[in-house]
């Protein structure tokens, strides 16, 4: 397989027909002149067992390749997601959600002719820990401060791990929500505008799946994931899917903008008398 053509998308205008962003070619929209808007889906699959657990404690997310025809396959997975940024064009990151995907239910799959078996699996782990879903730190989450004053509410989203784990269909959207504020007063403090921001980033940001004890945390604490061996028995597997979402400031005006449009001599030599 190959890894060309991994990020070729293009910035799609008004009028553009399209059900979803491609998170594998970084795929934008003009949903508002002179802002780029991205969307980035991944995934992570928890197939092992209670005993492995401490070896599965933070994850890499797969952004899978739009090419499903295994035989003639031109384009590998993406084997992490990146929020693309620089100092020129910043990534203003605004959204965050994560899941524990749930397969169709088989009585929908027969009504629909679809008889496969459910893939699907509940994900465990230890009672009271947490699953997160934020930026990476050389390896390490920057967590979810408790009075945060950089965005990253708005860049992150969590899941609880209960006394039976964390069963299918189960997500979360942001922690912060939407960064908009949302009190009117005479006067503000710095918590009013903690949800209220969107987290900045100036180079290309990795996001990572981090078991943690708690979210705050900027270490990976947690006991590890993993399924049942009933799921494991039948081939099932715990998969998470998470999203980000982000604004980037579009590239720079250019001559490409205005050079179909200005009266200028066809050939060299020429005119326009």
Known sequence: ??????????????????????????????????????????????????????????????????????????????????????????????GASICVAQDVPSAAQDRAGFPAAPVTADLLGTNTEALLFGPDNGGAPLGIPTAPVNGLKAASASLSIGASGIAQGTSDTTDGNLPFLRIIGSSYTQSNFADAMMYQSTSDLTFKLYNVNATANTTVTGDGLYISQDDSDAGRAAYIVCRVNYLRPAAAVSWNDVQGFIDFASQVGGNDE
Request: charged share 20%; no cysteine; hydrophobic share 35%.
């Open 1 to 94: 397989m190959a890894t060309y053509k991994s990020s070729a998308g293009a910035i799609l205008q008004p009028g553009n027909q399209i059900n979803r962003l491609s998170s594998y070619n970084d795929e934008g929209v003009f949903g508002w002149p002179g802002v780029e808007a991205f969307e980035l889906i991944g995934y992570a699959k928890v197939s092992n067992l209670s005993a492995a657990k401490a070896s599965y404690k933070s994850f890499d997310l797969t952004v899978p390749s739009p090419d499903r025809r295994v035989g003639d396959r031109v384009r590998n997975d993406r084997t992490s997601l990146v929020v693309q940024g620089s100092s020129e064009r910043p990534a203003y990151i605004y």
